[in-house]
């Protein structure tokens, strides 16, 4: 095994999850009273990820703006965009997954520098304060502060130059195979982390790269000294 300095992690579905509120049926109910099919409104939704989360948007005003746009309402009413985007927000509440906190407690102990890399929307990142992840973490790296996604290069590199270490020298742990190919290629060692909740139907898992289903399984594995081969 490579004497490894640093673990990083992704954050929804292997360090927290999302758990829906009745905002987001509301939303589809006034969707619905705009005249929109629910199906085109997610297709529209869920077109716009990215950009939201490489910032492009600015805000979840500017998100739903372009949405309604789409979905064929153009210049709606100021206080239409505004009450979708406050259910937005109260649509959803992250709900940490309970090994979280004590691997990440243990993997300091052990010594090892940990970081985040997270695509995300600058309108979600207040979970990282607020549940107190930025104390946990010697470097978070997301994706609308510097206008780049995984598996952009860049983003890894990022973390890496932020923590101190090489990628030879960062295990990186994801629920998504394209991006820990990403990692993967610039010689990080990538670990899929396979929550219990998670879809799976869709993705199909790399061969030859170690799968775990909780943190603890990934303690198990890692020496129990950082840099120790």
């Known amino acids: ?3 490894y300095r640093a673990v990083i992690l992704d954050l929804y579905y292997t360090l927290l999850h ?8 509301a939303v589809l109910e006034l969707v619905d009273s705009l005249g929109v099919s629910r199906g085109a409104w997610r297709a529209a939704w869920q077109a716009t990820l990215d950009a939201a989360d490489r910032g492009d948007f600015g805000s979840i005003v500017g998100r739903v703006r372009a949405v309604l746009s789409t979905v064929g309402i153009a210049n709606p009413d100021p206080a239409l965009v505004d009450r979708i985007a406050g259910l937005r ?11 979280t906190r004590p691997a990440l407690a243990e993997l300091r102990k052990r010594g090892y520098r940990l970081g985040l890399i997270s695509n995300i929307a600058s309108y979600r990142a ?3 304060a607020e549940l107190e992840f930025d ?3 010697d470097a978070v790296i997301l994706s609308f502060d510097l206008r780049i996604l995984k598996p952009d290069p860049r983003i890894y ?3 890496t130059e932020k923590l101190g270490v090489s990628p030879s020298e960062c295990v990186f742990v994801d629920d998504q195979p394209k991006y820990l190919a990403g990692a993967a290629a610039l010689g990080m060692t990538p670990v899929l982390i396979n929550r219990p909740n998670r879809d799976r139907a869709a993705r199909e898992e790399p061969a030859g790269v170690l799968s775990v289903e909780t943190l603890q399984e990934l303690l198990a594995w890692l020496p129990d000294r950082a840099g120790a081969g």
Not at 18 to 25: G, M, N, R
Not at 89 to 99: E, H
């Open 157 to 159: 590199l990022a973390a």
């Open 89 to 99: 927000l109260g649509s959803s509440y992250p709900v940490i997954y309970p090994d």
């Open 18 to 25: 999302e758990a829906s509120t009745d905002a987001h049926e």
């Open 126 to 128: 207040h979970y990282l």
């Open 135 to 137: 104390q946990a973490l």
């Open 1 to 3: 095994m490579r004497a």
